[in-house]
């Protein structure tokens, strides 16, 4: 699976703002919403339920919010930049810049696994990580992810 089997260009912001966990992920799932045609307040309950488990705010400026939703017909992903960060409760409390959403049908499983994998490993990069919060607009940042995920194999 590849970032562009996953992403849309109209997906990925280049500069979020939020005061709460609940407006950052508003603001990250209403791109997904319009683009799939699911609920944005189904998508945005269901990230906010994921993340009282326990923070996607994987550390070192990293979240990657994800969850399953009812009516989706595939995995959809947004990308976000924040450069200021954004206060996520994340592992390391630090802020987070990047943000990748995944959201997966219901009954996905392993393509879900598999997203959030190859998600983590290219985030988790710092040369693709600082390229991203370098990046000038969103058609940078998706051309950017699209670029070093291809150097990736399957």
């Known amino acids: 699976m590849k970032i562009g089997d996953i992403l849309k260009p109209e997906c990925v912001l280049a500069d979020i703002s939020g005061d709460t966990k609940k407006d950052i992920l508003t603001a990250l799932s209403k791109p997904i919403a319009k683009a799939?045609?699911?609920?944005?307040?189904?998508?945005v309950d269901t990230l906010l339920d994921r993340e009282n488990l326990g923070s996607t705010g994987i550390g070192e400026g990293i979240a990657i919010p994800?969850?399953?939703?009812?009516?989706?017909?595939?995995?959809?992903?947004c990308v976000?930049?924040?450069?200021?960060?954004l206060a996520f409760n994340a592992l390391d409390g630090e802020p987070c810049h990047i943000f990748f959403v995944l959201a997966a049908p219901?009954?996905?499983a392993a393509g879900h696994l598999k997203?959030?994998?190859?998600?983590s490993v290219l985030l988790k990069n710092p040369t693709i990580k600082e390229s991203l919060i370098a990046a000038g607009s969103a058609a940078d940042?998706?051309?950017?992810?699209?670029?070093?995920?291809?150097?990736?194999?399957?």
Do not use: P
Request: no cysteine.
């Open 36 to 43: 799939y045609g699911v609920s944005l307040d189904e998508l």
């Open 66 to 77: 994800h969850g399953k939703i009812r009516g989706l017909k595939s995995i959809a992903a």
């Open 80 to 85: 976000a930049r924040s450069s200021a960060g």
């Open 106 to 108: 219901s009954d996905s």
């Open 115 to 119: 997203a959030l994998a190859r998600a």
């Open 141 to 154: 940042i998706y051309k950017l992810l699209i670029e070093y995920d291809s150097r990736f194999d399957d």
